[in-house]
């Protein structure tokens, strides 16, 4: 059992970089897969990236594809999420998630699988 705490959040202008980070106390940290998504205002929570549980693979939404990037550091129970050329559509809540899925299954995980953190605010300013 993990318990994501998410952090690195803040207030951006558009174009600019920002790097969330989910920090994930426990011994098993290293058996789940991990992934962030997001919920902007009004909209469904939706994936964004996830990763394999050794961080070789990665598996990304379209619209984040070539501008975030999912890394994860095992032995700090870590895992990153760096955001580049951020744009106002990229506002939301962005949660870290932990799942017994693959890279890509995670995609569709729901909120009552695996483990969710509380969520860190993300807002772009045009």
């Known amino acids: 059992q993990v318990q994501p705490v998410e952090s690195g959040g803040g207030l951006v202008q558009a174009g600019g970089s920002l790097r969330l980070s989910c920090a994930a106390p426990?011994?098993?940290?290293?058996?789940?897969?991990m992934a962030w998504f997001r919920q902007a205002p009004g909209k469904e929570r939706e994936f964004v990236a996830g990763i394999s549980r050794s961080g070789t693979d990665t598996y990304y939404a379209d619209s984040v594809k070539g501008r975030f990037a999912i890394s994860r550091d095992n032995a700090k129970n870590t895992v990153y999420l760096q955001m580049n050329s951020l744009k106002p559509e990229d506002t939301a809540i962005y949660y870290c998630?932990?799942?017994?899925?693959?890279?890509?299954?995670?995609?569709?995980?729901?909120?009552?699988?695996?483990?969710w953190g509380q969520g860190t605010q993300v807002t772009v300013s045009s």
């Open positions: 998630a932990a799942g017994p899925k693959t890279y890509i299954s995670v995609a569709s995980m729901t909120s009552t699988e695996g483990y």
């Open positions: 426990g011994r098993t940290f290293w058996i789940y897969t």
